[in-house]
């Protein structure tokens, strides 16, 4: 970098407060067309079913209906919702139809879409809609599935649509020699990320330039370019894909779903604009679920608690269809079952099972909160059968800085092979007891204090980051002299606009109001691969420092000519270029035209962030109601670029586990149907429930692997909580023998434990 | 159905079908697409405007039961140029993040200031329990209020 940096690392206000806070940002609802249609979906109303006709005649002839599609109006072969992760031949079979067509799979499958002048006349024509379908049994859970009585895909013969294998050194050999083996099922309950801000989109198509374009693009808006181009048969220089702000992500906004699809193919079929915009019952069944998942896990370990190997079997239910990246929760969480943790010997295998219910796909440390669960319970369970102190199994345990990089267990099929990159875990467990006051906290474990029961727990977490291929960068030099940063990243969020720009400051030597960010949509630069797997900064960051780099240097010459000097008399400081006598060229006089330079940011190494999660928590018996008392955790992420936004992730992040560990379940009967549709029934965690949440984020080991030495970070302190929490429980009820197997800890969930466990 | 109504200080007459929510009427009829809908079933608070100085669900309020009511709107909050004292907190205590609770957030915020200067960190967090944020983890939210208190006090002491 050209200058000292000053705004990295620095707290700065987030320049896209100030429209978001004067209610002035603009979300995909907000955006109007001239001249534009609306549209509503028919879903299915039976989770396993023939469908045998849907007459739409009666919907129809309502005044203000201008089309209702169905499966034949999509034209021969039905177009599939692809796999954009890991795209496995293996899982074709089981994509998932733009619409339903011969049969539905879930509660919430798209049956038909009505286009109308308004949406209330939409929905109205949905009411009209006579759909037939024969019903099928529904598959609801792993047995079901397993035992295959009905299959969701016949021609597979099977419910079961991939297995994943994690394996390094000889796990068998391993638990044959140990001392100590234990062996548990866990279950993680299904829920989701459930960003605030309902899915929609407004397309557009022009007749004459023969263009596409679409508003509400998130996340991964050059990937979606590529499938909506597939899909409907257009060169991908036809179709603009629009962001504005987006109402968060997590993981689910923004992956191709089949809506994606039906707005813009009905935008081209109507010659008109088509906007959709989903409501909050329509996204809790159509939008992604995630984590649901059974896990039958043994630990062997030496007497004095080394562990020697981890071997078993998980399941995910992965609903009714493999979507865009249903594949990563049951790879990682074969792949990440060992964690912060020296494990020597592995054998892990990961199924994926489809059963009647909504698809799933990542969401915020996907395949990493349920392996987390389910291992840092087995460490506890270990610890109190050997007579241990969990802290201490946990730091012998931990792998130590000396040891990396620390390869994990590889992956087949789609083989990956990665390595914990560098880091200290000790030291971060060391600095998240001290902030958690650990030592007089624990002095209260299983204790009763006015009705109560007080537990503690500590647990290690990774965290990785900056999947590849790459990132561009553009930067022009405007002839203002400010500068214009084009970035393939996308903003859900997370408040890019702002950590970008701090990175490009620093990148080119001048104050941050000098440039300005633009992000997300794609006709700014070649290509983009968006945000996910805590990729934005390190990536997209790490690409604009080259491109500032590309810039300079192409701006040297003219400088120099300017300048009359030598090109390596030329330094750049904040108003532009000087020779070393001072004589100085402003960057608005150095060019009359705009100069412009780009740049790729390639990485095929992942970075880790590493931390530990320290919890207190009271249960109270009667009720069954576990009360978060305090919280602290630590995270190293290399370097920080904002520290303010960084910390807010590393907080909502840990609610958001808290919702996921105590609150949030989808819940579905015997037939498939799903009983928590509205946020009265699927909860959230609200303001009142978790007051005391601190988290430290530090700078000690910064990543090797790309200039900015920053690691990924936005997902962070959610993989930690679901076991940090059980454990605290299990603590808490030490005196019943309560051991959680399951999530979440509702207090329903937990005052049945008590009753078994009491005598 | 005709409604006339006054919102953020200007009169305004509407002709809208009775069975029109006032969120949708301020966002789609009057333009005002700072009141966000987050589930259309009055639990999650981000279309929370304030309707004679009571914070209401404009998801489940109809646009003609405001008829002859003064509603603000995120938008009457929020000063020609720059931040209320309530947003600057929020931005200062990085009290949001994608934003689309923020509007909900703020005029909660200011319909309970308004009436209690005073309210402690329980009361706020009692009183933002009916916004949901899925974001920040609240705390910071709570901070940015409790320190914005000093400017609604400030006010009283002035009026």
């Given at each position: 970098m050209s200058a000292p940096n000053r705004l990295i690392g620095s707290a700065l206000e987030r320049v896209e407060d100030l429209r978001l806070l004067r209610g002035r940002g603009q979300f995909v609802a907000d955006i109007n067309r001239p001249?534009?249609?609306?549209?509503?979906?028919?879903?299915?109303?039976?989770?396993?079913?023939?469908?045998?006709?849907?007459?739409?005649?009666?919907?129809?002839?309502?005044?203000?209906?201008?089309?209702?599609?169905?499966?034949?109006?999509?034209?021969?072969?039905?177009?599939?919702?692809?796999?954009?992760?890991?795209?496995?031949?293996?899982?074709?079979?089981?994509?998932?139809?733009?619409?339903?067509?011969?049969?539905?799979?879930?509660?919430?499958?798209?049956?038909?879409?009505?286009?109308?002048?308004?949406?209330?006349?939409?929905?109205?024509?949905?009411?009209?809609?006579?759909?037939?379908?024969?019903?099928?049994?529904?598959?609801?859970?792993?047995?079901?599935?397993?035992?295959?009585?009905?299959?969701?895909?016949?021609?597979?013969?099977?419910?079961?649509?991939?297995?994943?294998?994690?394996?390094?050194?000889?796990?068998?050999?391993?638990?044959?020699?140990?001392?100590?083996t234990r062996r548990e099922t866990f279950t993680v309950q299904r829920h989701a990320a459930l960003f605030m801000e309902p899915r929609g989109f407004v397309a557009e198509w022009d007749t004459d330039a023969e263009k596409l374009s679409v508003w509400g693009a998130a996340k991964v808006a050059f990937a979606n370019r590529k499938i909506l181009a597939a899909t409907m048969g257009l060169e991908r220089d036809q179709i603009d894909m629009i962001e504005g702000d987006v109402g968060g992500s997590f993981g689910s906004r923004g992956e191709f779903y089949p809506e994606d699809f039906l707005i813009p193919f009905a935008?081209?079929?109507?010659?008109?604009?088509?906007?959709w915009v989903e409501d909050r019952r329509e996204h809790l069944m159509a939008a992604n679920h995630a984590r649901q998942i059974e896990c039958d896990v043994e630990i062997a370990a030496t007497r004095d608690g080394k562990i020697l190997a981890l071997r078993g079997t998980n399941w995910t239910d992965n609903g009714a269809y493999i979507r865009t990246n249903g594949s990563i929760a049951p790879r990682n969480a074969a792949q990440f079952m060992s964690g912060a943790y020296d494990i020597e010997h592995i054998r892990l295998t990961s199924y994926s099972l489809t059963t009647n219910k909504t698809p799933t796909g990542t969401y915020r440390g996907p395949g990493r909160f349920e392996p987390d669960f389910v291992r840092e319970r087995l460490i506890d369970l270990m610890a109190k059968d050997l007579g241990l102190d969990p802290l201490d199994v946990r730091r012998r345990n931990l792998v130590p800085a000396d040891k990396m990089p620390y390869p994990l267990a590889t992956m087949t099929p789609f083989e990956s092979v990665t390595s914990l990159d560098s880091g200290d875990n000790h030291a971060l467990l060391d600095r998240c007891l001290a902030e958690f006051g650990w030592d007089e906290k624990v002095a209260l474990q299983g204790q009763c204090i006015d009705g109560r029961y007080h537990g503690v727990s500590v647990g290690c977490f990774i965290e990785g980051g900056a999947a590849g291929p790459s990132e561009d960068a553009r930067i022009v030099l405007e002839s203002d002299g400010s500068f214009a940063v084009y970035l393939g990243s996308a903003g859900v969020g997370q408040g890019i606009e702002t950590i970008m720009g701090q990175i490009a400051g620093d990148a080119l030597g001048v104050p941050f109001e000098r440039v300005r960010v633009h992000y997300g949509s794609t006709a700014y630069v070649a290509e983009g691969f968006g945000s996910f797997h805590s990729r934005s900064t390190v990536m997209g960051g790490s690409a604009i420092v080259l491109a500032a780099e590309a810039l300079l240097e192409k701006l040297r010459p003219i400088a120099a000519a300017a300048l009359g000097c030598a090109l390596d008399a030329v330094v750049f400081d904040e108003e532009g270029a000087r020779d070393a006598d001072g004589k100085a060229v402003a960057f608005d006089a150095l060019s009359d035209a705009p100069v412009s330079a780009e740049a790729r940011f390639e990485n095929k190494k992942y970075t880790y962030s590493y931390g530990s999660l320290a919890a207190h928590v009271a249960v109270d018996p009667k009720t069954g109601q576990v009360d978060v008392l305090d919280i602290a955790s630590t995270k190293d992420v290399g370097r920080m670029i904002n520290p303010a936004t960084l910390n807010g992730q590393s907080v909502g992040s840990i609610v958001q586990g808290l919702g996921g560990t105590l609150l949030e379940e989808f819940v579905y009967d015997s037939e498939g149907q799903l009983l928590t549709g509205t946020l009265a029934d699927y909860l959230l965690p609200t303001a009142t429930d978790f007051p005391n949440i601190r988290s430290t984020v530090l700078e000690l080991a910064p990543s090797p692997h790309n200039p900015l030495g920053a690691k990924g970070a936005g997902e962070g302190e959610i993989i930690p909580v679901g076991g940090v929490i059980a454990n605290a429980v299990a603590q808490a009820l030490a005196g019943f023998g309560v051991e959680p197997m399951a999530l979440p800890l509702s207090p329903p969930n937990v005052w049945r434990m008590l009753q078994e466990a009491i005598p | 159905m005709k409604a006339a109504f006054e919102v953020n200080g200007e009169s305004v007459e509407v002709d809208v079908e009775p069975r029109l929510s006032l969120a949708d009427c301020l966002?789609?009829?009057?333009?005002?697409?700072?009141?966000?809908?987050?589930?259309?079933?009055?639990?999650?608070?981000?279309?929370?405007?304030?309707?004679?100085?009571?914070?209401?669900?404009?998801?489940?309020?109809?646009?003609?039961?405001?008829?002859?009511?003064?509603?603000?709107?995120?938008?009457?909050?929020?000063?020609?140029?720059?931040?209320?004292?309530?947003?600057?907190?929020?931005?200062?205590?990085?009290?949001?993040?994608?934003?689309?609770?923020?509007?909900?957030?703020?005029?909660?915020?200011?319909?309970?200031?308004?009436?209690?200067?005073?309210?402690?960190?329980?009361?706020?967090?009692?009183?933002?329990?009916?916004?949901?944020?899925?974001?920040?983890?609240y705390v910071p939210i709570v901070e940015a209020v409790l320190e914005a208190r000093a400017a609604y006090r400030k006010m009283e002491g002035e009026s």
């Open positions: 001249d534009q249609l609306h549209a509503a979906f028919l879903r299915s109303a039976v989770a396993h079913g023939m469908l045998r006709g849907v007459d739409a005649a009666e919907a129809l002839s309502l005044d203000g209906v201008h089309a209702v599609l169905t499966a034949r109006d999509l034209g021969s072969p039905m177009p599939l919702l692809p796999i954009r992760l890991q795209p496995l031949p293996e899982l074709e079979p089981f994509c998932q139809p733009m619409l339903a067509d011969e049969k539905v799979r879930y509660v919430g499958e798209p049956v038909a879409v009505v286009i109308a002048d308004s949406s209330a006349i939409a929905e109205d024509a949905l009411d009209l809609i006579a759909v037939d379908i024969d019903p099928l049994p529904a598959i609801t859970n792993r047995d079901q599935a397993e035992a295959a009585g009905t299959l969701l895909f016949p021609e597979h013969g099977s419910n079961v649509s991939m297995r994943w294998n994690a394996v390094k050194g000889d796990a068998d050999a391993a638990f044959e020699a140990a001392d100590y935008a081209r079929h109507l010659g008109r604009p088509v906007k | 966002r789609d009829v009057l333009g005002l697409t700072g009141t966000h809908l987050g589930c259309e079933h009055g639990v999650c608070g981000a279309c929370t405007v304030i309707v004679d100085g009571q914070a209401v669900r404009s998801c489940l309020t109809l646009a003609v039961q405001a008829d002859g009511e003064r509603i603000t709107t995120v938008e009457g909050l929020s000063p020609e140029a720059g931040l209320s004292p309530l947003q600057a907190a929020f931005r200062k205590h990085h009290a949001l993040q994608c934003g689309f609770c923020t509007p909900g957030m703020v005029t909660t915020a200011h319909a309970l200031l308004s009436e209690e200067p005073d309210a402690d960190a329980d009361r706020v967090r009692e009183v933002l329990s009916g916004n949901i944020c899925r974001c920040t983890g």
